[in-house]
């Protein structure tokens, strides 16, 4: 029941992770999607009009960039500290499973030497009886 638990705490974590990965993906697409625009505004920038309207959207895009970064940090962070949730989850589970085979080599142990007490005194009844001449 231990082991069981340990390992619904253990996949816990790593859907945690696992969603946080994701959000890490969206971070990177975001800044990939802003990378693209300032190209495209670059193009733009070209043509004579843009250039009086570049100014506040570079700074725009510089605050962006800055936001994407602390995003993505965060979540790195966040990742961090999971990981260590998962190695002492692990850690915990092994624990659990190791108690869990001791117990269950001790309960095998004393089921067979039960069975072979048994058999020994069953051997040791039909020694008696054929000692004493009887079938």
Do not use: C
Not at 78 to 97: G, N, P, V, W
Request: glycine share 4%; no cysteine.
């Amino acid at each position: 029941m231990l082991v069981r638990l340990r390992e619904m705490e253990l996949d816990a974590i790593r859907r945690e992770v696992a969603e946080l990965n994701r959000q890490v993906e969206a971070v990177e697409g975001k800044k990939v999607e802003l990378n693209a625009q300032i190209v495209s505004e670059q193009v733009y920038l070209t043509r004579l009009e843009g250039i009086s309207t570049y100014g506040a959207y570079s700074n725009s895009v510089y605050a962006w960039q800055h936001d994407l970064d602390e995003q993505r940090q965060g979540l790195d962070e966040k990742i961090d500290a999971k990981s260590f949730q998962i190695r002492a989850a692990y850690e915990a589970l092994k624990t659990a499973q190791v108690a869990l085979d001791r117990a269950l080599s001790e309960v095998d142990k004393t089921r067979q030497k039960a069975e072979q007490d048994s058999l020994d005194e069953a051997a040791l009844q039909q020694f008696l009886r054929q000692s004493e001449g009887q079938p």
